[in-house]
């Protein structure tokens, strides 16, 4: 399978059959394979629980753009994953819960749950979660998990427009956000954008009032909210900063944290 999204390597249809004893086991480090990515993918629906935390930026895909979580300042970094391979913030990405399950398309078909069988903790006849009982129904927490790639994916789709509308309105700009950390400027990343207040104040009222119908405001307020979050990178970089002094290592080694 090409193209596979962010994290995934192995992605097949979940089956009541093939995988009926299969279990989900949570592991020692269950966070470790999101360590290196600065960028998680960010869904509409959820930027206003993260505003306070994590900021929600814009990044080029193609020809449009995405909407993610800004985790780290450089790339392979994320500072919101420790050396266990602990999430250390307060809001998980949903991209980050629901994984390793991903909602598939099919042609002509209703969507189908899909895992990624390269995820070390999905294994049959293990400790973890069942998927499926004895008959081969769904359990609870499949049913949940259902529940959660499927709201995902509606979620995407709105995500994907509203990134279509911030482009036709022209309302992005280009940032480079810097961070301090103990002793001055520590880190910056370039490349991404932000809605353009002014531009945005600006708005005909005919283009408001479509964001309006198409109920975008309140992501938009919440993504221009969330840019104040870099403080929270700031703070994550500084305790870096201090733990690597301690070490001898890099601010952005988690091997050393």
Same mark, same amino acid.
């Given at each position: 399978?090409?193209?596979?999204?962010?994290?995934?390597?192995?992605?097949?249809?979940?089956?009541?059959?093939?995988?009926?004893?299969?279990?989900?086991?949570?592991?020692?480090?269950?966070?470790?394979?999101?360590?290196?990515?600065?960028?998680?993918?960010?869904?509409?629906?959820?930027?206003?629980?993260?505003?306070?935390?994590?900021?929600?930026?814009?990044?080029?895909?193609?020809?449009?753009?995405?909407?993610?979580?800004?985790?780290?300042?450089?790339?392979?970094?994320?500072?919101?994953?420790?050396?266990?391979?602990?999430?250390?913030?307060?809001?998980?990405?949903?991209?980050?819960?629901?994984?390793?399950?991903?909602?598939?398309?099919?042609?002509? #078909?209703?969507?189908?749950?899909?895992?990624?069988? #390269?995820?070390?903790?999905?294994?049959?006849?293990?400790?973890?979660?069942?998927?499926?009982?004895?008959?081969?129904?769904?359990?609870?927490?499949?049913?949940?998990?259902?529940?959660?790639?499927?709201?995902?994916?509606?979620?995407?789709?709105?995500?994907?427009?509203?990134?279509?509308?911030?482009?036709?309105?022209?309302?992005?700009?280009?940032?480079?956000?810097?961070?301090?950390?103990?002793?001055?400027?520590?880190?910056?990343?370039?490349?991404?954008?932000?809605?353009?207040?002014?531009?945005?104040?600006?708005?005909?009222?005919?283009?408001?009032?479509?964001?309006?119908?198409?109920?975008?405001?309140?992501?938009?307020?919440?993504?221009?909210?969330?840019?104040?979050?870099?403080?929270?990178?700031?703070?994550?970089?500084?305790?870096?900063?201090?733990?690597?002094?301690?070490?001898?290592?890099?601010?952005?080694?988690?091997?050393?944290?």
């Amino acid at each position: 399978m090409s193209d596979l999204p962010l994290f995934y390597s192995s992605v097949v249809p979940l089956d009541s059959q093939a995988h009926r004893s299969h279990r989900i086991a949570t592991a020692q480090a269950p966070f470790a394979f999101a360590a290196g990515a600065h960028l998680i993918p960010a869904v509409v629906d959820e930027f206003a629980a993260a505003a306070r935390e994590i900021p929600v930026v814009f990044a080029p895909a193609g020809t449009r753009y995405a909407a993610v979580f800004l985790c780290g300042l450089k790339p392979q970094s994320n500072l919101f994953v420790d050396a266990q391979g602990r999430w250390t913030g307060t809001y998980l990405p949903a991209y980050l819960r629901r994984y390793p399950f991903i909602l598939g398309e099919r042609q002509g #078909g209703d969507p189908l749950v899909c895992v990624d069988t #390269g995820f070390a903790g999905f294994a049959p006849d293990e400790d973890g979660q069942a998927l499926f009982d004895a008959e081969g129904k769904a359990t609870p927490a499949l049913n949940a998990m259902v529940k959660l790639v499927t709201d995902y994916a509606t979620s995407a789709k709105r995500t994907e427009l509203l990134g279509s509308k911030l482009q036709e309105f022209d309302l992005l700009r280009s940032v480079t956000i810097d961070v301090q950390g103990a002793n001055g400027p520590s880190a910056s990343i370039h490349g991404l954008s932000i809605v353009d207040e002014a531009k945005f104040a600006a708005l005909p009222d005919a283009a408001l009032l479509e964001l309006r119908r198409l109920n975008l405001l309140g992501a938009i307020y919440a993504h221009l909210f969330s840019v104040g979050a870099t403080q929270t990178l700031s703070a994550k970089l500084k305790a870096n900063e201090a733990t690597a002094a301690e070490t001898g290592a890099d601010a952005y080694d988690k091997s050393a944290a």
